[in-house]
């Protein structure tokens, strides 16, 4: 059974930061390039970031560039994000999800596997 578990969301104030963590289990992970999504209230679900098989190449969308960074770890088919100099405009469901390619992809109907979502609230 092919399982995404993202993890870390919360309530944190403007300027803040935060970690989120996506355990993964059930598909070949090395086979699979990963990525971040959110769904902002009221609005559609939007590509953040990706990372390659390899984990040396991520990207980003413009409104996070520089803030948050992408990561993972093939030894615990894991992927993170740092998510810095947080934002009201960041408060959205976080999802994790999985491309089976060696590059991540901003088309939703690429991704083969979807986590359940963690929750980011950026509030004073």
């Known amino acids: 059974e092919v399982q995404l578990q993202a993890s870390g969301g919360g309530l944190v104030q403007p300027g803040g930061s935060l970690r989120l963590s996506c355990a993964t289990s059930?598909?070949?992970?090395?086979?699979?390039?990963m990525s971040w999504l959110r769904r902002p209230p009221g609005k559609e679900v939007e590509w953040i970031s990706s990372?390659?098989?390899?984990?040396?190449?991520?990207t980003y969308v413009d409104s996070v560039k520089g803030r948050f960074t992408i990561s993972r770890d093939n030894a615990k088919n894991m992927i993170y994000l740092q998510m810095n100099s947080l934002k009201p405009d960041d408060t959205a469901v976080y999802y994790c999800?999985?491309?089976?390619?060696?590059?991540?992809?901003?088309?939703?109907?690429?991704?083969?596997?979807w986590g359940q979502g963690t929750l980011v609230t950026v509030s004073s």
């Open positions: 999800a999985a491309a089976r390619s060696s590059y991540g992809s901003r088309r939703l109907n690429d991704y083969n596997y």
């Open positions: 059930g598909f070949r992970f090395t086979g699979y390039a």
């Open positions: 990372i390659n098989t390899d984990g040396d190449r991520p």
